[in-house]
């Protein structure tokens, strides 16, 4: 009769609901007694609690990351949250009461514990620490049975937990790629950034108002071949020099079988510098340049400093394992040629100093520059070879919207790099053609510091190259131009003139 009546309680009423139904299992006199000694246990466990919940709210910075440039995927974001939050919690009662369960009622005769999915839970364990382990505590075994059954039934509800852990999926496969680039808008802040590390992105946008756009002018000797430009990217590095690489300003270039001689370089700050709208070649060219203009206004002539010396210490190419570089020595420093015409407001007189030596425990390292602008065809040739043709086309589009159809100042952001002072340093930054000669710097640099200068890539190296400001040829440059006494003593470059003088010392 006992059984019977066992047996009416158990199906009398459908599951209520999880709380409901945990609602009425925490009402029974001998499961709060089990709860009250339970929460003790669990006090001791709360390190291994923390652990989970920082794990599962990873999962959620990783989403976060992925969906903040999209306003669309930010709500789902927020919406999958809360279900995380909600699962989380639900998770953590199902332990408790299943330890409850397979405490108190052995399951019956060919059957298991309770088969929950927990494929996709992003936890260290699925299973409570030996020490709340029921097995063995016969008083347990023997309370409350009646409940215990009723709660197995209503563990139909629980089960569906994990499906809802699997919609994850679903907010995870539509995300679009994350971008190449970081554009940014007419106050140097970054568009649509997914970065969550404020100081990182402060910093990022700090460094940004140092780089420039530079334009190379080229001439033939025959005044019927008209002219020719080259683009590139160069820094502030102090009030009157800026740093870029040498092949961005080389003396000369041979083409169809002309050699075109340098004639000008200008530099120009703006975030859009596109060529026939806010920069006029020819204007430049025609030494026309004057502040009246908005073409030209905030453009300034560069000339490049003497590198004899290093040149002559350092004649051989850097290499990096087998690969070398073709350009000697692809680093330079120039200044403003006019000492009347150079930046005077605030925000143009800030530098990038070097970051000295260079911390290589770094999460984020970044490069800031212009991208040239290029023909599907040559990008075809020039970028990722295991693309279809159709594919390539969509990454090509996707690049031209992301970088401002090529002439924008850009920042490309990656987690890999070597930072090296005796060969070529590696980022995985992407980049395009174009972006030579702009700073890299990483979120362990320091505000206002650069680790190197980025000086192109190789498709069959499958990586991006820079030169350290630790290499001895550029520390050699760099302090025969820039870092003087003074220069060192506002900056605190006593450990970088340390290492200047060892470096002196061996070759002069």
């Given at each position: 009769m006992a059984a019977a009546e066992t047996t009416t309680e158990n199906t009398a009423q459908p599951p209520k609901g999880l709380r409901a139904w945990l609602g009425d299992l925490f009402t029974s006199k001998a499961v709060r007694e089990e709860l009250d000694d339970?929460?003790?246990?669990?006090?001791?466990?709360?390190?291994?609690?923390a652990t989970n919940s920082e794990t599962?709210?990873?999962?959620?910075?990783?989403?976060?990351?992925?969906?903040?440039?999209?306003?669309?995927?930010?709500?789902?974001?927020?919406?999958?949250?809360?279900?995380?939050?909600?699962?989380?919690?639900?998770?953590?009662?199902?332990?408790?009461?299943?330890?409850?369960?397979?405490?108190?009622?052995?399951?019956?005769?060919g059957q298991h514990d309770i088969e929950i999915d927990f494929e996709h839970i992003p936890s260290p364990t699925n299973k409570l620490p030996s020490d709340l382990d029921f097995d063995n505590n016969t008083d347990a075994k023997n309370k409350n049975k009646n409940e215990v059954k009723r709660i197995r039934n209503d563990m139909i509800e629980i089960t569906s937990l994990s499906r809802e852990l699997k919609d994850i999926d679903k907010y995870l496969n539509p995300l679009p790629p994350p971008p190449i680039f970081y554009s940014l808008n007419?106050?140097?802040?970054?568009?649509?950034?997914?970065?969550?590390?404020?100081?990182?992105?402060?910093?990022?946008?700090?460094?940004?108002?140092n780089v420039g756009r530079i334009y190379s002018r080229y001439e033939?000797?025959?005044?019927?071949?008209?002219?020719?430009?080259?683009?590139?990217?160069?820094?502030?590095?102090?009030?009157?020099?800026?740093?870029?690489?040498?092949?961005?300003?080389?003396?000369?270039?041979?083409?169809?079988?002309?050699?075109?001689?340098?004639?000008?370089?200008?530099?120009?700050?703006?975030?859009?510098?596109?060529?026939?709208?806010?920069?006029?070649?020819?204007?430049?060219?025609?030494?026309?340049?004057?502040?009246s203009s908005s073409t030209t206004d905030g453009i300034y002539e560069l000339v490049e400093l003497d590198r004899q010396l290093v040149d002559s210490n350092y004649p051989d190419k850097l290499t990096s394992g087998s690969f070398i570089w073709n350009t000697v020595n692809d680093f330079t420093i120039l200044q403003y040629k006019d000492k009347d015409n150079i930046p005077s407001s605030s925000s143009l007189t800030h530098y990038l100093v070097p970051s000295y030596p260079p911390n290589s425990?770094?999460?984020?390292?970044?490069?800031?520059?212009?991208?040239?602008?290029?023909?599907?065809?040559?990008?075809k040739e020039d970028y990722p070879k295991d693309l279809n043709d159709q594919s390539l086309t969509e990454f090509y589009n996707r690049v031209k919207k992301q970088s401002g159809y090529f002439e924008q100042k850009v920042v490309s952001v990656a987690t890999n790099g070597a930072i090296?002072?005796?060969?070529?340093?590696?980022?995985?930054?992407?980049?395009?053609?174009?972006?030579?000669?702009?700073?890299?710097?990483?979120?362990?640099?320091?505000?206002?510091?650069?680790?190197?200068?980025?000086?192109?890539?190789?498709?069959?190296?499958?990586?991006?190259?820079?030169?350290?400001?630790g290499h001895p040829?550029?520390?050699?440059?760099?302090f025969q131009h820039i870092a003087n006494d003074a220069f060192i003593e506002q900056h605190?470059?006593?450990?970088?003139?340390?290492?200047?003088?060892?470096?002196?010392?061996?070759n002069m």
């Open positions: 339970l929460k003790k246990r669990v006090g001791k466990n709360e390190e291994a609690i599962m709210m990873s999962l959620v910075r990783s989403v976060s990351d992925l969906a903040g440039h999209s306003d669309t995927l930010l709500t789902q974001t927020l919406q999958l949250q809360q279900k995380v939050g909600e699962f989380s919690a639900r998770m953590a009662a199902l332990e408790l009461v299943t330890g409850l369960v397979n405490a108190q009622q052995p399951p019956p005769e007419d106050d140097h802040q970054l568009n649509h950034c997914t970065l969550y590390n404020n100081d990182l992105k402060r910093e990022i946008e700090s460094c940004s108002k033939s000797e025959k005044k019927e071949d008209g002219v020719e430009w080259y683009c590139g990217s160069g820094f502030r590095a102090s009030p009157n020099h800026i740093i870029s690489a040498r092949h961005v300003v080389k003396r000369e270039h041979m083409i169809n079988d002309r050699v075109y001689k340098l004639v000008n370089i200008f530099i120009c700050f703006e975030i859009d510098c596109t060529i026939g709208k806010e920069v006029e070649l020819e204007k430049l060219g025609l030494n026309q340049c004057s502040s425990q770094f999460e984020t390292i970044y490069v800031v520059g212009y991208p040239s602008s290029i023909k599907m065809e040559k990008f090296l002072d005796d060969s070529l340093s590696t980022h995985m930054c992407p980049t395009l053609r174009g972006v030579s000669g702009g700073p890299i710097s990483t979120n362990a640099s320091g505000d206002s510091k650069f680790i190197g200068i980025h000086i192109g890539g190789s498709m069959s190296m499958k990586n991006n190259f820079s030169i350290s400001v040829a550029f520390v050699f440059l760099y605190q470059l006593h450990q970088y003139k340390e290492y200047y003088l060892s470096i002196k010392n061996k």
